[in-house]
C-alpha cells in the first residue's frame, strides 16, 4: 500500500497541470488520494474518470484509476482502465500490473491473467506476488499440472515465501490431494504465524483434511479469520468427524461410547445455540441434527434415534439418505423389522449409483435381515443374490499393477452364506463358508460363522475347533467372544462361558447380540419347571382299557455350582380295566450333574399304587464321544415304566436301559436302546428300538422328516394280566411334517403332522397293519415358555384284536 501511494503521490505531482484543467488543485489530488487510501474511494474515482475523458494519455492519471478501482473491488473499471491506454505500456509499475492481472483473474480472463502475471514475473524477477498469481490462475484455469510444477520451481528458488507455499497448496487443493495441501500450509504457517490470512488457510487445510480438532482449537485463537458461516461448519465438521470415530471398531464399547458421548456433548449445545440464531443458521441446525442421529447410532441409543427421526417427520423435514441407514438399521435392532424393511427399499430405490458399494452393500444387507425377520424369505435372498451379482471379485486400485480382491464381494457372499444358516439351508451354507474359508483361511470372521453353522448342525466340537483356529487370529474379537460362549453352553462348559461372557459385558454392554447371551446365561441359571400329561379321548380293548389319564410336574432348581441341580416333583396315572380300576401316585426327588460330555442323574421315589408305598431308584447317565456318539445306561428299582395294569395286579418291575446313538448333523439321527425288564412275577423281558430319523425336505417355514422305528421284544411269561406277548415285532415309518405359523424373534408358533403306516406281528396272532395319524401345535416365547399339545390316533391290533386309541397329550417346559 505504501509503494501504491508513492505511486499516487509521484503522479499527483507530474499531473499537476493536467489536473488544474480539471478543476482540483494539487492539494486537492492529494487528499482525494488519501481519502482513498482511507477507504473514500468514490471521490477520487469521479475526478479521474473525468480526467481520463479530458486527458485519455495521462498515463499516470490511469495508473491511480487503476489501483484505486483495484482498491474498490471493481475489475470491470480496473480492466477498462486497463486496456484504455493505448499503446499498452511496456513497463508498468509492479502494483498496476499486479492490480490488473488480479482483476483479469477475478472476472476469470485466465489467459490475459496469466499473461500478465508471467510479464510480471519476467519484469520484477525479484518479486514472488507474479509467481503467487500465475500459479493461482493456472489452478483457477483448470491446468493442475502446470501449476503444480510452477509452484514446485517458484519454492525451490523461494523456500522461505509463505505465500508460495499457500500458493503451491492451491494448486493441490484442485487435484483434491488434502495430504500435500495440508503440508504446504504447515509449512507457510511455519514461516508466517502471525499473519492471518496465513493462519485461515492453515485453519481449513487441516478441516479439510479431516484434523478438525486443531483446526477449530487455532480458530478459536483467532476468532476474526472465519466468518460465522465457515465457524459453524468447522464446529459441525469437528462434530461430524467424533461421530465417525465412534462408529469406527476400537477394543471396547466403552472406547467409542467415550467419543460419541463427546460428540452427543457438542451436538446438545450447539442445536440450541444456533437455532435462536433462526433462518440463517437453518440448515447447519438441520445437519446437526442429521449427523447427531449417527452418535446417537454409535452409542446404541436407538430409542433415541427413533425418536429423533419421528420428530423430524413431524416438522415435515426430509431426512437426507445418509442418516436414513442408520435409523433402518436403529429400527432393525429395536425388533421392529417391517419399518427397517421400507426404509431400506426406500434408500435402494432412490440410489443413483453415485454412493460408494460398501454403502449400498450395508443397505442391502440391512434389507436382507429385515426381510428375514418378517418372514419374507424368497425376497431376501432375491437382495442378497443381487448384493452378490453387483460385486466383481477383483478390483483394480490405483498404482498397483494387478487387481486386488473385492473385499466387498468376500462380504457379500459371506452374507449369502449367512443367509443359507438362516433359512435352514444348512448344507449349502456350510458349503459355501468351509469353500470360502479354504481360499481365506486367515480371515477369523469366515471362521467365526463357520463355527455357527457347525452349531446349527449340533456339531459343538466342530465349532469350537475352528474357533480355536480363529482366535489365534484375533482373539479378543466381540464376534468370535460370543461364538466362543454360544459353543460352550452347548458343550455345558459352564465355568467358560460364563469367564467369556463377563469379559464381553465388561467390553461391549450395549452390544445387541451380547445382551442376548446374557439374557441366554439368565434363563440357564432360573429353575425350570416340566410338566407333561395325557389323556385317552378314545380307547377300546382289554389291553388298553379305557379313560387313561397320566400327569407330571418336576421342578428342577437353578444351577448350584454350576453343574448340580436338585429336581423333586409328582405325578399321577389312572386307568379302567376288567378287573379294576388302576390308580398309580408317585413322588420323586434327586440330583442332576451336567458337565462336559457328561449328564447323569439319580433319584428316590416314593410310589403307591393300592398296595402300600413302595421306594424306588433310578440313575441315568448318557456320555458324548464326540459330535456323533453317545452312549448312556440307565437302572430303575421299581419301574415307573411298569404297566399300568400291571401296578393294578400288585406286579412291578425293575429295568435297565443301554442305548448307543449316532448323530451325523441336525438332519439325520439314529438310536439304539437295548432294555431288559425283570416283572416281580417272575416275567423276564428283553426289548430293543431301532429308532431314526431322516431328513426329505427342508425351506424356511416348515421341514419334512422321515422317522423309522423298529420294535422287538420278547417275554418268558405268556399267562399273565397286562400285554405280554411272547415276541413281538414292529416296523413303523412316519412323515413328519413341521410347518411355522408364525415366527418373531424368540417366539414361534408351529405345527406338525404326523402320517405313519407299518406292520406288527406278535406270535401266535399272525400280523397286521398299524397306522398313525397325528397333529400337534407348540408355542415357544423368549426363551423360557415351550408349551405344545398333540393328539395322535393310533390303530394296531392287541392279541389277534384291532383297538384304537386316540389320545391327547401336553408338555410345558417353563423357567422363571
Known amino acids: ?294 452418535a446417537l447410532h454409535a452409542r446404541s441409543r436407538m430409542n433415541d434415534v427413533v425418536r429423533e427421526y419421528e420428530q423430524l417427520l413431524a416438522e415435515g423435514v426430509e431426512v437426507p439418505r445418509y442418516a436414513l441407514s442408520v435409523v433402518a438399521a436403529a ?24 454412493e460408494d458399494g460398501g454403502s449400498k452393500l ?18 431376501a435372498d432375491e437382495i442378497l443374490e443381487q448384493a452378490v451379482n453387483s460385486q466383481t471379485e477383483w478390483v483394480k486400485v490405483k498404482g498397483q499393477p494387478e487387481p486386488l480382491p473385492n473385499e466387498f464381494n468376500l462380504y457379500a457372499r459371506h452374507s449369502a452364506a449367512l443367509g443359507k444358516l438362516y433359512a435352514n439351508d444348512t448344507v449349502n451354507a456350510e458349503l459355501a ?107 377300546g380293548g382289554p389291553s388298553t382299557g379305557d379313560g387313561g389319564f397320566g400327569m407330571e410336574t418336576v421342578l428342577y432348581s437353578a444351577p448350584i455350582d454350576q453343574n448340580w441341580r436338585i429336581f423333586g416333583g409328582g405325578g399321577y396315572a389312572s386307568g379302567d380295566y376288567e378287573e379294576g380300576s388302576a390308580r398309580y401316585r408317585w413322588i420323586r426327588t434327586g440330583v442332576e450333574w451336567r458337565g462336559r460330555d457328561l449328564t447323569a442323574e439319580a433319584e428316590v ?42 401296578l393294578l395286579n400288585d406286579i412291578s418291575s425293575d429295568s435297565a436301559a443301554l442305548w448307543v446313538r449316532w448323530r451325523a448333523n441336525e438332519r439325520r439321527e439314529w438310536r439304539l436302546t437295548l432294555t431288559p425288564t425283570r416283572f416281580s412275577d417272575g416275567n423276564r423281558r428283553i426289548s430293543m428300538l431301532l429308532s431314526g430319523q431322516e431328513r426329505l425336505y427342508t425351506a424356511p417355514r416348515a421341514h419334512l422328516d422321515l422317522g423309522f422305528e423298529a420294535y422287538a421284544s420278547h417275554n418268558t411269561e405268556e399267562n399273565v394280566p397286562y400285554f405280554n406277548p411272547r415276541s413281538d415285532f414292529m416296523l413303523l415309518p412316519t412323515l413328519n411334517l413341521t410347518h411355522t405359523l408364525y415366527r418373531h424373534y424368540e417366539n414361534e408358533l408351529e405345527q406338525r403332522f404326523t402320517l405313519g403306516a407299518g406292520m406288527y406281528s406278535q406270535k401266535g396272532y399272525g400280523s397286521g397293519a398299524v397306522g398313525t395319524v397325528g397333529y400337534g401345535i407348540r408355542y415357544r416365547s423368549n426363551n423360557t415358555l415351550d408349551v405344545g399339545v398333540n393328539i395322535v390316533g393310533v390303530s394296531r391290533p392287541y392279541d389277534g384284536q384291532r383297538e384304537r386309541e386316540l389320545r391327547i397329550m401336553l408338555d410345558l417346559n417353563l423357567r422363571f
Request: proline fraction near 4%; glycine fraction near 4%; hydrophobic fraction near 40%.
Open 1 to 294: 500500500m505504501k509503494k501504491a501511494l508513492s505511486i499516487l503521490c509521484m503522479a499527483a505531482a507530474h499531473s499537476w497541470i493536467a489536473t488544474a484543467h480539471a478543476g482540483v488543485s494539487r492539494q486537492e489530488y492529494d487528499a482525494l488520494i488519501m481519502q482513498a487510501r482511507a477507504g473514500d474511494r468514490e471521490p477520487a474515482l469521479i475526478m479521474l474518470r473525468q480526467h481520463a475523458l479530458e486527458h485519455p494519455q495521462d498515463l499516470r492519471a490511469a495508473y491511480d484509476r487503476i489501483l484505486i478501482s483495484s482498491w474498490a473491488g471493481r475489475n470491470a473499471e480496473t480492466i477498462a482502465a486497463y486496456e484504455a491506454l493505448q499503446p499498452a505500456p511496456n513497463r508498468p509499475p509492479a502494483d498496476v500490473l499486479e492490480a490488473v492481472a488480479r482483476a483479469y483473474r477475478d472476472a476469470r480472463q485466465w489467459e490475459n491473467s496469466r499473461r500478465l502475471f508471467n510479464d510480471g514475473r519476467r519484469l520484477f524477477p525479484e518479486r514472488p506476488v507474479f509467481a503467487v498469481g500465475e500459479i493461482m490462475t493456472l489452478t483457477d484455469a483448470g491446468r493442475p499440472a502446470e501449476a503444480v510444477a510452477l509452484a514446485e520451481e517458484m519454492t525451490e528458488k523461494w523456500p522461505d515465501d509463505a505465500d508460495l507455499q499457500l500458493a503451491l497448496a492451491y494448486a493441490h487443493r484442485s487435484r483434491r490431494a488434502s495430504g500435500e495441501v495440508l503440508q504446504r500450509a504447515s509449512r507457510a504457517h511455519d514461516l508466517a504465524p502471525a499473519k492471518g490470512y496465513v493462519n485461515r488457510e492453515y485453519i481449513l487445510a487441516m478441516q479439510h483434511a479431516g484434523l478438525t480438532e486443531p483446526a477449530l482449537r487455532l480458530a478459536e485463537q483467532y476468532p476474526d479469520l472465519l466468518s460465522v458461516a465457515e465457524f459453524r461448519d468447522l464446529q459441525a465438521d469437528h462434530a461430524a468427524e467424533l461421530t465417525r470415530i465412534a462408529s469406527m471398531p476400537a477394543r471396547n464399547e466403552k472406547e467409542r461410547f467415550d467419543v460419541a458421548d463427546r460428540a452427543l456433548g457438542i451436538y446438545d449445545r450447539l442445536i440450541p445455540q444456533w437455532s435462536a440464531s433462526g433462518e440463517e443458521a437453518r440448515r447447519d441446525v438441520l445437519r446437526l441434527r442429521f449427523d447427531r442421529l449417527h
Open 331 to 354: 429400527y432393525l435392532h429395536l425388533r421392529r423389522p417391517e419399518r427397517a424393511r421400507d426404509l431400506y427399499l426406500k434408500l435402494l430405490a432412490e440410489s443413483n449409483g453415485s
Open 362 to 379: 450395508a443397505d442391502q444387507t440391512g434389507l436382507f435381515y429385515a426381510l428375514q425377520e418378517s418372514q419374507q424369505y424368497e425376497e
Open 433 to 539: 463358508l468351509a469353500n470360502m474359508v479354504e481360499r481365506a483361511p486367515n480371515n477369523s470372521s469366515l471362521r467365526t460363522s463357520l463355527a455357527s453353522v457347525y452349531r446349527a448342525r449340533q456339531q459343538p466340537r466342530r465349532s469350537e475347533v475352528e474357533l480355536k483356529m480363529a482366535e489365534a487370529l484375533t482373539p479378543r474379537n466381540v464376534e468370535l467372544e460370543t461364538g466362543q460362549f454360544e459353543t460352550a453352553m452347548a458343550l455345558q462348559e459352564w465355568n467358560q462361558a460364563e469367564l467369556l461372557l463377563h469379559d464381553v459385558t465388561l467390553r461391549f454392554p450395549e452390544n445387541l447380540r451380547v445382551q442376548r447371551l446374557a439374557r441366554d446365561w439368565e434363563v440357564h441359571n432360573k429353575s425350570e419347571l416340566r410338566v407333561s400329561g395325557y389323556r385317552d379321548l378314545s380307547s
Open 605 to 646: 421315589s416314593a410310589q403307591n399304587y393300592g398296595q402300600g408305598t413302595k421306594t424306588g431308584f433310578r440313575a441315568s447317565a448318557a456320555l458324548d464321544l464326540n459330535d456323533q456318539w453317545q452312549i448312556g445306561a440307565s437302572g430303575e428299582l421299581r419301574s415307573r415304566q411298569t404297566p399300568l395294569r400291571a
